[in-house]
């Protein structure tokens, strides 16, 4: 593996970082109902509305007798309609190519303007059939609208299409390119929180293991055997539901069962330098247990534990994308696989919403493959033999005839 590979890993995992942490607050990304459910991105279909906002400031002080906006609708009516804001006294007036709907009159003693073109009360006030559309009644046909305030007040108007955003809507209306930045945040904290818990508790007890043999290390690596012969996801289902469905929970049920790797490997390791010559002159010395493990046991584990640290965390992101699609983590993370669940319970495929499916499941592939790249290169610096292997067209010789 190439350094120019392993550096655009560590480019591409940097960018994730900085959009889990900048991301929301660079781009402006909102929480909470943003459109209609599974809106088409805005770039995907330009025959197809995005939505679009009125705004009409009305100062009666001014001296004007009336203010307006205007806007030019040459779409199929949208799929929604509102008109939000305040009016202190005065009327709306709503003008379409067709007529004009007078709405101040249905606005309520207490001036606020919260009026929407689903509402039964509203499509009564305005003449309408319970049962039609009020959004083409709004919007019939090509052509320009106005919204007008004489009077006191502020008055908005948004008329919601098929379009939103980057990545569309989610089956609540919520902007997904939100959910997608969210969720890198959440993959980030629980991979790696896991595995590095899972490291530092394997690497403990492989050193005990290690170094003290006998009866704890009997003992140690029986109970590694057991957990390891343990079906994983089984398991990690029972314990997040007997734990709970917060994130610190997943992550110390994550860590709990991850760290079997770690110790076998640093147990492997701290064996073979047991006995080693220089060990024994520590000892006859008058060295310490601790100081031998620690001072100088320990560094000798760490290159080839950075790099299992580093393969470990894809195995945490899977295995908490895996809990969240079988719907048994929180609901209020917006994590990858909370998306994918959330796309597959609410009919994504069935509608064609590629847009909430396609971005968390790259989203978990590719951070995976970050991370186990990331690894591989650490993996092969410990290791020389490994990166020898990866090049075996170098220092290759013809033998003689």
């Known amino acids: 593996m190439s350094k120019r590979g392993c550096g655009f890993s560590a480019a591409v995992l940097i960018l994730l970082a900085l959009l889990a942490i900048f991301g929301p607050n660079a781009f402006g990304l909102r929480d909470g109902e943003m459109a209609p459910p599974y809106s088409k991105p805005s770039w995907l279909d330009k025959s197809t509305a995005s939505s679009e906002t009125l705004t009409v400031k009305a100062d009666a002080s001014r001296g004007d007798v009336s203010f307006s906006e205007h806007i030019r609708w040459n779409y199929a009516p949208p799929k929604r ?45 305005m003449g309408v059939d319970p049962f039609d559309d009020m959004a083409s009644v709004l919007f019939p046909v090509s052509g320009d609208y106005s919204l007008r305030v004489a009077g006191q007040g502020e008055v908005t108007m948004r008329a919601e299409g098929g379009r939103w955003g980057l990545l569309g809507t989610d089956h609540r209306g919520r902007d997904t390119a939100t959910l997608f930045v969210r969720g890198i945040r959440i993959s980030l904290i629980v991979g790696l929180a896991a595995t590095f818990i899972a490291a530092v508790f394997g690497m403990s007890l492989g050193l005990i293991s290690g170094y003290a043999g006998g009866i704890v290390d009997s003992l140690i690596m029986r109970t590694v ?133 396609l971005p968390p499941g790259v989203g978990i592939a590719v951070i995976c493959l970050v991370f186990m790249d990331i690894g591989r290169k650490l993996e092969e610096r410990a290791d020389p033999r490994l990166a020898a292997a990866a090049r075996p067209d170098a220092d290759v010789k013809e033998a003689p005839e």
């Open 81 to 125: 309609v509102s008109f939000t804001g305040r009016l202190d006294f005065g009327r709306i007036e709503w003008t379409t190519p067709l007529r004009t709907f007078v709405l101040s009159d249905i606005s309520g003693k207490s001036g606020e303007i919260d009026l929407d073109a689903r509402d039964i009360p509203f499509k009564r006030a």
């Open 225 to 357: 055997d057991v957990l390891m012969s343990i079906p994983t996801l089984p398991i990690l289902m029972v314990m997040s539901s007997v734990w709970g469905k917060g994130l610190w929970n997943l992550v110390a049920v994550l860590s709990l069962f991850s760290w079997m790797g770690t110790a076998r490997m640093v147990r492997a390791i701290t064996l073979s330098l047991r006995d080693a010559p220089w060990v024994e002159g520590l000892r006859a010395l008058g060295a310490k247990r601790n100081y031998i493990v620690f001072r100088h046991l320990l560094p000798e584990t760490l290159p080839l534990l950075l790099a299992n640290v580093a393969l470990g965390v894809p195995g945490a992101i899977l295995a908490e994308a895996g809990i969240s699609f079988l719907g048994l983590s929180d609901p209020r993370l917006p994590s990858w696989g909370r998306m994918l669940h959330e796309a597959h319970a609410y009919g994504a495929f069935t509608v064609g919403a590629w847009w909430a499916i």
